[in-house]
DNA sequence: GTGGTCTAGACCACC
DNA sequence: GTGGTCTAGACCACT
């Protein structure tokens, strides 16, 4: 799986660094039990610093999308319950979302097609080498 | 309208005034034309500096939601096209939220139904005094 | 001759009053010798503070545009020579132009051929009433 | 590059400090890709506070002269499209100019020179060290 | 060490 | 009274 980093983006780069590893979670890029490059590993290839490349996984290892094992690294997580402070979160940024879209114009059919096609992406970003 | 500022949440503060004002607007508590309070006046009620408030109504400014009328202050703008940048800008987050939804083992209906939830959630937030 | 006022202009109204009666000038919607409306007519046609009028009449004035009469009120002068420090305030704000342009990759040739279209233009604004 | 502020000036010291890195660019003494000195750095060479040098480089990256680079800091843009609306505020800015020159009885011959020249200016204006 | 956020307070331009 | 500009200084996030 390739990870791409974009230094002129708003975002910093270890939370760009935890979405594109969800992403390739849902879309089933990275398996539960397969095993991610080490920190430094990625680091090197990525030109960044392990240190950002270590906040990365802390994150995605503190909302359970992976596991750090002391022996083979950080490993996606079998399974991820669905909490309730996950869809009060969930809910709280879909509400942001849907309120920009009615700002725009967007009817409610319109918004949840896009939902619906986001969803579908998820799912099946294409397949890339790595 | 009221708006609540969280001094302990992660997002800064001029953040969470321009998302409130944004939820403000879709759910029409705050009309086309009708003005904002001044920025020294809001941030006086908010207990904040000036400068924060400015930082957020220069941001919805810039994304259309407001305009600044050299007369009557900042006031909630007349209409809002849904640019292509827009619809863009959308989709990469609503991609991501339904990757974190998968993760979680939303269904696509699941996950859909909580996007017309909140599309009407922004449509009708309780409505509260001034 | 129609003057309009843009209070969402970054502009001040006195500057945007000013610059639209050089371009009246400049295109002879304006002639040497011609009343303008008094401070307190215009300012009540264009809604706006007589103040702010009398601020925009007085740089008229003071670059030599118009002349202040006690009891005529502001008339067009009849002339306005060439200034040395005209020709370079005038410099000053080209190159700045110029430097935008080339930085926007527009060549010599259409940097030149934007001027002369803007020049006759000057001379030539469309005629309207008032 | 030598940048220069005058505050005894009318514009905006962050303004000013905009229009001579514009200048700069177009003159080739700042390279695409190039880091522009920090912002605090830059500030304490001027003797101004860092806020003002901040709004400056808002200013150019809102503006597309230059990014702002997580890792590098604020670097020269590397292209700039002429954009419609930029030829339209082009326009604009030079018609007020044409008009003024009319007003000061330039022809058009001599306008188009001075046009000409002051590209010409932009273009090479006389390198300085660092 | 970089930029980002926030505060506090002063002065000015505009209306 | 409104926003705009500038200063000064503190603390934090990011790399």
Redesign the interface.
Known sequence: MIIEIN???HS??YEQLR?QV??G???KKLLPGEALPSVRRLAADLGINFHTVNKGYTMLCDEG?IVMDRRKGAVVAQ?????SE??SM??G??????????????S?KE??A??????????AVSKEGI
């Open positions: 230094t002129l983006s910093p780069i979405d969800v992403i979670i849902a879309s999308y399974t991820q319950k669905s909490t996950f869809t969930l809910s940024k879909l509400l942001l979302n849907a309120a920009e879209a009615v700002c725009h114009k967007l409610e918004y949840i896009l939902c619906g096609r986001e969803y579908k992406n998820a799912l």
